[in-house]
């Protein structure tokens, strides 16, 4: 017998899924539902990432927050059989991670470590991306809608200062101070814009909170915009997010439509528009200076600071440049305010953080968790522990982030503690890795990727990064020098000192930690009966 | 001709000169970005077309050499690396006959490395043309490169 009540099925349709084909699943639903004459009872949604990303197509079910994976075609009769019509649990499918079945924000403890986060991510894979009516339904604009008719822009700019956000694209500015530097140029136009250039090896969160939740990010640029005194937003998206680039652009066809982009917003005088611009594969360009020379038309090449873009951005006009995830905090920060916020995480850095984890790890996938917490807790509780052998090591923040060894596996995860313990945050990619993986080989693989995305600019970069390359090469080969460790520790200096922007000082990173934890190992890339090199030696 | 279209569309600035080029290459037969139609473009733009190549040579996704119908771009980055890259092209190159950077002689296939795609979470990634496929092995790049090569044979 069919129980009563109503049961919505949301299929997770974002870049991973759809290769395994969760469009067809969808249509299949559908199909299979309308036979057994459901259709009253039972709804099917397309949503973007449900969460698991290594269990083929991934559906859940409401209100009850099941969810299942590796769904395939051959499944689904028997699947509406057994849970829709007979009510059971279809337990072959169902996988550990649950939606909330509802959210109570007042209830919330700072520490709950659940799998679903709360501020960026609560929209993904709950509504349907491609309808702004859901958004709405979520109380979407209402943060928008606030801003314009009850408050100034000083105001809005006291509340994210308040608040102690801090930008997710990696460097972790304090995002109100940002703002407030736009803000205070007389010259106009000035411009917001989205930084969508992920290309942090391991990091795809952006891509998967603009599949999920495109308007958040929207209502944040428009916000922004308000505050800071633009008219104009630019998306600056790479060129292979493909689904991200369709849904930003069906969401601004549909906010226009509503008249929540254009001219006299919510009937106030205030106008604004956002646009996309496409890159075309550089990693430089997520560097917010040699993002602005690529959306000028220009090589990507960094750009001397100061003068910073809130000065001399854009076109030379005052532009706010802030990572999409940063984006997607503000809406909830100024529906919620300033202390809500602060709840979540530490008090230096305070909110969630959106983390990608993979590598050798039985559930890659993204978490929203609070700031603080431990890669302990991160490894063992979120992503189910490791497998092929025994934790090794651990790059967060993308190839140009830290290497973290057992040693600081309690350490908190937030900015300050980090620093503290001498590493950085980064972007939030988590690469966790088994005792099976070779430092050396690990290194040379990081090295290789700088060579490819060094962008020529300045010679200790250029030069820097193939020299590096090399000496792993010979590491690999058990052909180091005797002196190569000391030779890459100098040269990682070098970098770290003199680069041109943040893309060649960070080289250094990996690097100089690697050395800490790891030195043992590295020196087994060493071959003694050589001579010293002393032709390597910057000072030489 | 389409060039002064496309220009057009976009408009006649040099910060509309990246989403042109996308455009025009994308409407080239063979994926690439010929000397002929850069010419063209730098006399429609009027920007010297030493500028319009070192640009454009700074950017991954554009080429100045005729490339395959399919577009292999296979993940280099450590996420793919740890998880078996090298093994993916490997089989693509034994499959094929190809090596990096290279066109099969049909002009069907080229093989190009990337770095991270963004799909790490199915690591080993590539994607063909606009098409991602992830947690790959050798099994299933034999399979989805022979669906392509027999859908080809049947056109």
Redesign the interface.
């Known amino acids: 017998m069919v129980k009563k009540e109503i049961v919505q099925i949301l299929v997770g349709i974002d ?2 899924t ?2 395994s084909g969760a469009r067809k699943i969808k249509s299949r639903l559908i199909t299979e539902i309308s036979k057994q004459g459901l259709e009253e009872q039972v709804s099917v949604i397309e949503t973007g990432s449900i969460g698991p ?2 269990k083929g197509v991934v559906i859940a079910l409401y209100p009850t927050g099941e969810v299942y994976g590796q769904v395939t075609e051959e499944n689904i009769p028997e699947f509406v059989q057994e849970r829709l019509i007979k009510g059971r649990v279809y337990k072959k499918l169902l996988l550990e991670e649950k939606l909330p079945a509802d959210i109570d924000f007042t209830s919330y403890d700072s520490r709950q470590t659940q799998y679903f986060g709360r501020i960026v991510l609560d929209n993904c894979g709950r509504i349907n991306p491609e309808d702004i009516e859901e958004y709405i339904g979520m109380g979407g604009y209402e943060a928008l809608g606030m801003v314009l008719k009850e408050k100034t822009p000083e105001e809005v700019i006291k509340i994210v200062q308040d608040s102690g956000l801090r930008g997710r694209g990696g460097a972790g500015f304090p995002t109100g101070l940002k703002w407030c530097f736009a803000a205070r140029e007389k010259a106009s136009p000035k411009y917001v814009i989205g930084n969508a250039d ?7 969160k952006d ?1 998967l909170i603009m599949e999920g939740d495109p308007h958040k990010v929207l209502e944040g640029m428009i916000i922004c915009g308000y505050a800071i005194g633009a008219n104009t937003g630019y998306i600056y998206i ?5 689904l991200s680039i369709q849904r930003l652009n069906k969401a601004i066809q549909e906010a226009r439509r509503l008249g929540l982009l254009g001219r006299s917003i919510f009937g106030t005088d205030f106008n604004f528009e956002v646009q996309i ?7 430089v360009c997520g560097e917010e200076t040699a993002l602005l020379n ?8 960094p750009r001397f600071k100061p003068p910073f873009p809130a000065q001399v951005g854009f ?1 030379s006009k005052p532009t706010n440049v802030n990572n999409i995830e940063t984006l997607a905090n503000i809406p909830p920060i100024i529906l919620n305010g300033a202390e809500w916020f602060k709840k979540f995480g530490t008090a230096d850095s305070p909110g969630t953080k959106v983390y ?1 984890i ?3 790890i039985n559930r ?3 978490i929203e968790v609070p700031m603080g917490i431990t890669l302990r807790e991160v490894i063992f509780d979120f992503a189910g522990g490791v497998w092929g052998g025994e934790f090794k090591m651990a ?1 967060i923040g993308g ?1 140009a982030g830290d290497i973290l060894s057992r040693e600081v596996l309690d350490v908190p995860l937030d900015y300050k503690s980090l620093q503290g313990a001498g590493h950085n945050l980064g972007s939030g ?1 988590i ?1 966790i ?1 088994n005792d099976s ?1 070779s430092i050396i080989d ?1 290194l040379h ?2 090295m ?2 700088f060579v ?2 060094s ?1 020529g600019k300045c010679s200790v970069c250029r030069i820097g990064t193939v020299k590096l390359s090399e000496s792993f090469q010979r590491l690999r080969e058990k052909k180091g020098y005797p002196d190569e460790l000391e030779h890459i520790k100098e040269l990682a200096q070098g970098l770290k000192l003199t680069a041109f922007c943040p893309l060649g000082q960070s080289v250094a990173t990996p690097l100089l930690s690697a050395l800490k934890y790891f030195s043992a190992e590295l020196s087994e890339g060493i071959n003694p009966k050589k001579k010293p090199n002393s032709l390597l030696s910057l000072s030489g | 001709m389409i060039i002064q279209e496309i220009v057009h569309k976009y408009g006649n600035k040099r910060e509309n000169l990246l989403q042109i080029l996308h455009e025009i290459q994308n409407k080239s037969e063979r994926n690439y970005l010929s000397s002929e139609v850069l010419q063209e473009l730098s006399e429609e733009m009027k920007i010297p077309i030493a500028d319009i190549k070192g640009t454009a040579s700074f950017y991954t996704m554009f080429s100045f050499v005729p490339r395959g119908k399919y577009l292999i771009r296979v993940c280099e980055s450590p996420p793919c690396h740890l998880l078996g890259a090298q093994t993916i092209f490997k089989a693509i190159e034994d499959k094929l006959g190809i090596k990096e950077g290279e066109t099969t002689k049909d002009g069907l296939f080229t093989l190009e490395g990337t770095s991270c795609l963004g799909i790490c979470g199915v690591a080993p990634a590539m994607m063909i043309n606009e098409e991602a496929y992830g947690n790959l092995t050798v099994e299933k790049i034999n399979q989805i490169l022979d669906l392509l090569l027999e859908k080809e044979r049947k056109e």
């Open positions: 870049g991973n759809v290769l990303v290594d992920e290309g942090e090896p391991g990091t795809f891509r790479r060129g292979e997010y493909q611009k496409i890159g075309a594969g550089s990693y690529s959306m000028e038309g220009f090589r990507g090449e076109l990608t993979l590598g050798h890659p996938g993204l790059q190839t990619a690469l890795m993986v690990f693989c990081c290789k990727f490819h995305e962008c």
